[in-house]
T-cell receptor, first 110, second 111 residues
Framework: EAQVTQNPRYLITVTGKKLTVTCSQN?????MSWYRQDPGLGLRQIYY???????DKGDVPEGYKVSRKEKRNFPLILESPSPNQTSLYFC?????????FGPGTRLTVT | GQQVMQIPQYQHVQEGEDFTTYCNSS?????IQWYKQRPGGHPVFLIQ?????EVKKQKRLTFQFGEAKKNSSLHITATQTTDVGTYFC???????????FGTGTSLTVIP
């Protein structure tokens, strides 16, 4: 089954404690992306990757890091989370036509 | 930066009524995509429009892409409770690498 998986699905953490949200796709897509979703703001792109070792900033990259060492994986790293990064995060991969989204990770930073 | 706005932000309709959401971009889009997100779920791709003035239909859903390729609309005829969710438009920037999503329209259907 074609899918994008994310882990964890829910995470509560404290300010400054480094965390990683994993994302994996099994469709061999070259393009992958991270979004955050906040009420009234829709989805905003954080980072995207056109291929292995190729990443670029989206609209809201501050406070986030990504890496793309393998085609299937695209982890999102928050090195020093802050409360304003409390949000719903989605990973997606793109066929060039449609984007497939993961189930989402709800992050709360206290 | 590029902005994509949608109106209305919320819409409540009686089951059987029609529904329309409008998407407006500050810049020309090479294509426009529409997604539906059920409550508690993730966005799911509905359709992509590419040509100026293009109209596509999926059963009760009609999608339009404006002549100037800066606006789009989604119209649902005779809404059903299964149509509940948030509808997003999305388009790539000029280089086609970065995506901009609209602010979304949340549809509630009252049985």
């Amino acid at each position: 089954e074609a899918q994008v998986t994310q882990n964890p699905r829910y995470l509560i953490t404290v300010t400054g404690k480094k965390l990683t949200v994993t994302c994996s796709q099994n469709m061999n897509h070259e393009y992958m992306s991270w979004y955050r979703q906040d009420p009234g703001l829709g989805l905003r792109q954080i980072y995207y990757s056109m291929n292995v070792e190729v990443t670029d900033k989206g609209d809201v990259p501050e406070g986030y890091k990504v890496s793309r060492k393998e085609k299937r994986n695209f982890p999102l790293i928050l090195e020093s989370p802050s409360p304003n990064q409390t949000s719903l995060y989605f990973c997606a991969s793109w066929t060039g036509y449609e984007q497939y989204f993961g189930p989402g990770t709800r992050l709360t930073v206290t | 930066g590029q902005q994509v706005m949608q109106i209305p932000q919320y819409q409540h309709v009686q089951e059987g009524e029609d529904f329309t959401t409008y998407c407006n971009s500050s810049t020309t889009l090479s294509n426009i995509q529409w997604y539906k997100q059920r409550p508690g779920g993730h966005p799911v791709f509905l359709i992509q429009l590419v040509k100026s003035g293009e109209v596509k239909k999926q059963k009760r859903l009609t999608f339009q892409f404006g002549e100037a390729k800066k606006n789009s609309s989604l119209h649902i005829t005779a809404t059903q409770t299964t149509d509940v969710g948030t509808y997003f438009c999305a388009g790539p920037c000029d280089t086609g690498n970065q995506f901009y999503f609209g602010t979304g329209t949340s549809l509630t259907v009252i049985p």
